[in-house]
C-alpha cells in the first residue's frame, strides 16, 4: 500500500512538475552501435562479387559489387580492393562438376531463377582453397561475397486511397476508398557472406529481404527499383563491419 503511494505521488509530481515548465529543448543525440563482426585484424576489404539471378533487367552482380564497395570507401575504416569481379559462376560450376565426377553440365545463370536453382552455387562460399588462394593474391583482405536474387513479383491486394466526394449541397469531403487492385514490383534477396582472406573460411553471413510494389499502371525501371531497395538494407550491412550512429532526440523541459 505504502509503495502505491509513493507511486502515486511520484507520478503527479511528475505532472505538475511538466506543466510548471514552460520551455522545452530537443537536444540531438548520437547513439553508437558496435559493430556484429570484428574486422580489427584486417586492413584491407575486397568485395570480391556475387552470384546472382532473378532478372535480366538488372545485373544485381556489377550493381551490388559497385554499390558496396562505394559506400565503404566512404564509411569503412578499411581499404577497398579495386578488381574486376571474380568469376563465381565459373568457379561454382567447376566445383559442381568435380563434385559429380564431371558426368553432369555445368549449369548456366540464365537458369537461377528463384532460391533453389541458387543452391548449387552456394556450395562455392565453401570452397576454402579458393578463398585462401584470392585472400594471398590480395594480401589477406575481409572478403565480402554472397548472392543476389532480384526477382519481379506481383501481388493482388486491397489499397487505401483519398476520395472527392460532394453531397447534396455541394459541400466537399474527402473519404478514404478501399480499392482491390494489382500490385507489380520487386522483390530483393541478398546473402552477404563474410570470409576470412587468411585462412579461407566463412566468418559470418546475413540473408536479407526486402519488397516494393507499385500499382499496376505505374512504370518504374527495374534498376531504380534495385536501388530503392538496397538502400534499405545498406545499414544493416554497414553496421556488420563498423560502427555506426542512430540519430535522435531528447526533450529537455526548463
Given at each position: 500500500?505504502?509503495?502505491?503511494?509513493?507511486?502515486?505521488?511520484?507520478?503527479?509530481?511528475?505532472?505538475?512538475?511538466?506543466?510548471?515548465?514552460?520551455?522545452?529543448?530537443?537536444?540531438?543525440?548520437?547513439?553508437?552501435?558496435?559493430?556484429?563482426?570484428?574486422?580489427?585484424?584486417?586492413?584491407?576489404?575486397?568485395?570480391?562479387?556475387?552470384?546472382?539471378?532473378?532478372?535480366?533487367?538488372?545485373?544485381?552482380?556489377?550493381?551490388?559489387?559497385?554499390?558496396?564497395?562505394?559506400?565503404?570507401?566512404?564509411?569503412?575504416?578499411?581499404?577497398?580492393?579495386?578488381?574486376?569481379?571474380?568469376p563465381l559462376m565459373d568457379v561454382a560450376n567447376e566445383s559442381n562438376s568435380q563434385a559429380s565426377g564431371g558426368s553432369s553440365p555445368a549449369p548456366t545463370q540464365?537458369?537461377?531463377?528463384?532460391?533453389?536453382?541458387?543452391?548449387?552455387?552456394?556450395?562455392?562460399?565453401?570452397?576454402?582453397?579458393?578463398?585462401?588462394?584470392?585472400?594471398?593474391?590480395?594480401?589477406?583482405?575481409?572478403?565480402?561475397?554472397?548472392?543476389?536474387?532480384?526477382?519481379?513479383?506481383?501481388?493482388?491486394?486491397?489499397?487505401?486511397?483519398?476520395?472527392?466526394?460532394?453531397?447534396?449541397?455541394?459541400?466537399?469531403?474527402?473519404?478514404?476508398?478501399?480499392?482491390?487492385?494489382?500490385?507489380?514490383?520487386?522483390?530483393?534477396?541478398?546473402?552477404?557472406?563474410?570470409?576470412?582472406?587468411?585462412?579461407?573460411?566463412?566468418?559470418?553471413?546475413?540473408?536479407?529481404?526486402?519488397?516494393?510494389?507499385?500499382?499496376?499502371?505505374?512504370?518504374?525501371?527495374?534498376?531504380?527499383?534495385?536501388?530503392?531497395?538496397?538502400?534499405?538494407?545498406?545499414?544493416?550491412?554497414?553496421?556488420?563491419?563498423?560502427?555506426?550512429?542512430?540519430?535522435?532526440?531528447?526533450?529537455?523541459?526548463?
Amino acid at each position: 500500500m505504502t509503495a502505491r503511494l509513493a507511486r502515486t505521488v511520484s507520478s503527479a509530481a511528475l505532472v505538475l512538475l511538466t506543466a510548471a515548465c514552460t520551455n522545452y529543448y530537443e537536444i540531438p543525440i548520437e547513439t553508437p552501435i558496435r559493430p556484429k563482426l570484428d574486422v580489427s585484424a584486417f586492413q584491407r576489404v575486397l568485395v570480391a562479387g556475387f552470384v546472382s539471378g532473378g532478372t535480366d533487367d538488372v545485373d544485381a552482380n556489377l550493381e551490388t559489387t559497385r554499390l558496396l564497395r562505394s559506400q565503404l570507401r566512404t564509411k569503412s575504416e578499411l581499404r577497398v580492393i579495386d578488381t574486376d569481379v571474380l568469376p563465381l559462376m565459373d568457379v561454382a560450376n567447376e566445383s559442381n562438376s568435380q563434385a559429380s565426377g564431371g558426368s553432369s553440365p555445368a549449369p548456366t545463370q540464365a537458369l537461377i531463377k528463384d532460391e533453389k536453382d541458387l543452391e548449387p552455387y552456394e556450395r562455392v562460399f565453401a570452397n576454402v582453397e579458393y578463398w585462401k588462394k584470392v585472400g594471398e593474391e590480395y594480401q589477406q583482405p575481409l572478403i565480402v561475397t554472397g548472392t543476389v536474387m532480384f526477382t519481379p513479383h506481383q501481388r493482388n491486394s486491397i489499397v487505401q486511397r483519398e476520395e472527392e466526394v460532394y453531397d447534396s449541397f455541394g459541400r466537399r469531403r474527402v473519404v478514404p476508398v478501399r480499392t482491390y487492385m494489382e500490385r507489380k514490383g520487386y522483390i530483393l534477396r541478398p546473402k552477404f557472406v563474410f570470409i576470412d582472406g587468411r585462412s579461407g573460411t566463412v566468418m559470418h553471413s546475413e540473408n536479407f529481404r526486402e519488397e516494393i510494389l507499385y500499382n499496376a499502371n505505374q512504370t518504374t525501371p527495374a534498376l531504380s527499383s534495385y536501388f530503392e531497395l538496397m538502400d534499405r538494407l545498406i545499414p544493416s550491412f554497414l553496421s556488420t563491419l563498423s560502427s555506426q550512429k542512430i540519430k535522435g532526440t531528447r526533450i529537455l523541459l526548463q
